[in-house]
């Protein structure tokens, strides 16, 4: 079948009811990201996500791998476990998180910035990747996927972990 140049053909129009659910899923995501992250957002640079050991130890973690090119720093060699050699499997090692702070710590942002704003996109990446899957795999309602992406990736039990930020991930 061809298209005989009509740009319409094969396409899916979009209902007005679509463009409402996408509206409330990102105002939903919108808000969820400004509560779940209320204390990083509204205090910078005082806060950082975690608690005092798990969120500095996630921190110097991630910082590790936009140093590994450093001629003192090996990309094996994270730092936190000396003297035993060879230690990046000891650790949560967020190697995609790390790879993600690329770019920010080249245009220049502060490194505990950069930290939080992965851990934010990779949430607010979740959530929408979460809408995207329950709306064209199995084809759920607005009034189900909503919900459902909410709990998936803001649920209780990663809220009352927060102070461990490797788990946000």
């Known amino acids: 079948m061809t298209n005989d140049g009509n740009p319409a053909v094969g396409r899916r129009s979009v209902s007005r009811r679509d463009v409402v659910g996408i509206l409330v899923a990102a105002a939903v995501g919108i808000v969820a990201l400004l509560y779940f992250y209320r204390g990083f957002i509204f205090s910078y640079p005082h806060r950082l996500q975690g608690d005092g050991g798990d969120g500095l130890l996630t921190l110097a973690l991630s910082r590790h791998w936009p140093l ?3 001629p003192a720093v090996g990309w094996n060699q994270v730092g936190s476990f000396y003297p035993a050699p060879n230690t990046l499997g000891y650790s949560d090692t967020l190697l995609l ?30 959530y929408a990747a979460s809408v995207a899957f329950l709306r064209l795999g199995p084809k759920a ?5 909503i ?8 649920s209780s039990g990663i809220y009352v972990s927060s102070t461990h930020p490797q788990l946000l991930t």
Do not use: Q, R, Y
């Open 68 to 70: 590994f090119n450093h």
């Open 147 to 154: 919900p459902a992406a909410f709990v998936f990736v803001f």
């Open 97 to 126: 998180n790390g790879i993600s702070e690329f770019p920010l710590k080249w245009l220049g942002l502060d490194w505990v910035l950069w930290f939080e704003l992965v851990l934010i996109a990779t949430s607010a990446i979740g």
């Open 141 to 145: 309602p607005w009034l189900i996927t």
